[in-house]
């Protein structure tokens, strides 16, 4: 403490290269610590995934669906791309997809969807099986993220933000998803933590 006390007196730049240097790091810590809830909902091939599958690992979230015709296309273009940056650095983390729309988006829709967009599933699930009152509650509950479907509208409300889940099943920091520079500050994290 003393030490940057010290340098920041003399004003020099090593001093302001320090504050950089703690802001960047200041980044990389959790921001969160929010419980999600559990569950245990179906995948695009009418699989069970639940939240105690994914304990022991990080993995990563968003909300999307199948109709959206604004954020949804350049979010899961950014998460396959996600995921083909976790292939290259080596990363084994599972990514998951919630429906905002589960009246429609049924496995076989999620599935082409998924299609369109390169998903490997070997690690991409796309989830849906509950209600609308379910996903808006659980998106509330375990993200913090808004989800709102208006009677009789086709579009959804809902949150673009890549949510963070650590291992023990808590959500610890949020990326926009619809920015591919976000992609890396992910990679960057898991690579700070996971290695």
């Known amino acids: ?42 995948n695009q091939d009418g699989q069970t995934v639940s939240l105690e599958d994914l304990k022991g690992e990080y993995w990563v979230a968003d909300l999307i669906f199948t109709n959206c015709e604004t954020v949804c296309p350049p979010m899961t273009a950014n998460m396959a ?14 990514l998951v997809s919630f429906s905002v729309d589960p009246h429609n988006d049924n496995p076989e ?13 070997s690690n991409w699930d796309f989830l849906t ?19 709102s479907k208006v009677d009789g509208e086709d579009q959804v409300t809902h949150g673009t933000s890549f949510m963070l889940v650590s ?13 591919f520079e976000e992609v890396e500050k992910i990679i960057e994290y898991l690579n700070h933590y996971k290695k």
């Open 81 to 94: 791309k996600l995921q083909q940056r976790l292939d290259e650095e080596g990363l084994d983390i599972r």
């Open 167 to 179: 291992p023990e099943g808590k959500m610890i920091n949020r990326f926009n998803g619809t920015s």
């Open 129 to 147: 099986g509950y209600t609308q009152e379910d996903i808006e509650s659980f998106a509330s509950n375990s993200f913090k993220a808004l989800v």
């Open 1 to 42: 403490m003393s030490i940057i006390a010290l340098m920041s007196a003399c004003g020099s730049d090593s001093a302001q290269g320090d504050e950089k240097q703690s802001e960047e790091n200041q980044e990389i810590k959790p921001q969160y610590d929010q419980e999600v809830q559990d569950f245990s909902f179906t």
């Open 109 to 121: 829709a999620l599935k082409a969807f998924g299609d369109k967009h390169g998903a490997d599933y």
